[in-house]
């Protein structure tokens, strides 16, 4: 389980070589324009990274979870946010194959895996984040439609999104009220707000997402009315192990830039690598990149195997990745001196894309939540 077989050797190096060609060198120009790079998201469905666990019918590439974080590793080399976005349009296209039956795959999926059409996952509102249970969207029946009032705040992709997948209220208080609706953009009732202005991730725009008596068929519900917690939680097992591989991405590539500069970089007559505290900083940074890696293949391998602890492992393994990869990141910046803190060395802008994985997809204190419920109910 801990050495990678050749088909995973080379979906990782395919990912690697498209992060290497399409994706790096235009990173940093996209950050500053605020770029969101639909054409180079496209690209990457062409070679399969539209649905990776998705099922192969809709066209999916049918991989597994361990496949995902490899990809998302290699990815995130070349940007964190392009390869964060594209997690989250992965998760929500998973959500549709996984819970819709076979009438919402055909109609929705195919091309979501092409990307021809992008997909948005909207659980979080102006007064519900880490609460998300607590949402008060609100989607009435009225015959075959629901009729949708109210506001998802912070939706990546929103505005440049084809497809939302959103959890509303069609029952009472708590998780058993929420149910997920498939709503397509251009619905009439469905508004954006402005582009935030963020720390980092400008590679992909955030708005929120108003509902004004949006009429949505009942036929876009996915499965039963009461299940759209659920639905929400299993996306977000596998969001969580995407978001944590983008993390350790963006760092593995700060750690390189950060070698290939104190190899040229000379203080006090010698080259920058030379100095034993230095080099003692690259070993521990390395070693709590690999310790990340290692854990967050195997919380994968049990999503992949649907073991019983699956949700508490991608928890921590989320909490630790981020972290870890964050660390590493702001190491990075510092070795480079001042001139890590300059755009053109393309660090600063992989640490304030990582600030927000800390944060998203859950924080890092609700990982914890998740993490210390579950032991305690196993105590118990
Ligand atoms: C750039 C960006 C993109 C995003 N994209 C999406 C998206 O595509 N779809 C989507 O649905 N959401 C998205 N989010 C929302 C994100 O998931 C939420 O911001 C996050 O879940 C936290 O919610 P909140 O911001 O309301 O913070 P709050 O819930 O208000 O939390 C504030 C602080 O209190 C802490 N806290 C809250 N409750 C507890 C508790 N019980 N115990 C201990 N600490 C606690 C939190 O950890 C945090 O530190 C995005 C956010 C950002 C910034």
């Known amino acids: 389980m801990f050495t990678l077989t050749q088909d995973q050797i080379a979906i990782r190096e395919m990912a690697r070589d498209f992060a290497n060609a399409e994706i790096a060198p235009f990173a940093v120009d996209w950050d500053e324009k605020k770029h969101f790079p639909v054409d180079t998201l496209r690209a990457a469905a062409a070679l399969g990274m539209g649905g990776i666990y998705v099922q192969d019918d809709v066209g999916g590439s049918g991989l597994s979870r361990l496949d995902a974080a490899l990809i998302f590793e290699a990815l995130a080399t070349g940007c964190p946010g392009t390869a964060a976005f594209l997690s989250i349009h992965n998760m929500a296209t998973w959500m549709i194959d996984r819970f819709g039956d076979e009438d919402q795959r055909a109609t929705w ?19 519900a984040g880490s609460d998300a249970a ?16 109210g506001q998802k705040q912070f939706i990546s992709g929103a505005g440049a999104s084809d497809i939302y997948v959103v959890m509303v209220r069609t029952g009472g208080d708590g998780p058993k009220g929420i149910s997920t609706l498939v709503i397509e953009a251009g619905t009439p009732g469905l508004s954006f707000g402005a582009n935030e202005k963020k720390m980092g991730w400008n590679v992909q725009p955030t708005r929120a997402v108003i509902f004004e008596g949006v009429r949505v068929p009942v036929q876009n519900r996915l499965g039963a009315e009461g299940d759209g917690f659920k639905i929400a939680m299993a996306g977000l097992d596998g969001g969580r192990l995407n978001i944590g591989a983008c993390s350790l991405g963006g760092a593995q590539a700060a750690l390189d830039k950060t070698l290939a500069y104190m190899r040229e970089r000379k203080a006090f007559g010698q080259r920058l690598d030379a100095f034993q505290a230095l080099q003692f900083r690259l070993a521990d940074m390395a070693t709590e990149l690999e310790v990340a890696r290692t854990f967050l293949w195997r919380a994968a391998a049990a999503l992949d195997a649907k073991t019983p602890d699956a949700t508490k492992l991608c928890a921590m393994a989320k909490r630790f990745a981020t972290d870890a990869g964050f660390n590493v990141a702001n190491e990075a910046l510092q070795l480079h001196g001042g001139y890590g803190y300059l755009a053109d060395y393309g660090v600063e802008k ?9 944060i998203l997809e859950g924080t890092n204190e609700i990982m914890r939540l998740i993490i210390s419920r579950a032991l305690i109910a196993q105590g118990n």
């Open 134 to 149: 607590a949402l008060k969207t609100k989607a009435v029946r009225d015959g075959e439609y629901y009729v949708v009032d």
């Open 350 to 358: 992989i640490v304030r894309d990582l600030r927000v994985h800390q």
């Open 109 to 127: 999926v195919p091309r979501l895996t092409t990307m021809e059409h992008i997909a948005s996952y909207c659980l979080t509102e102006p007064g």
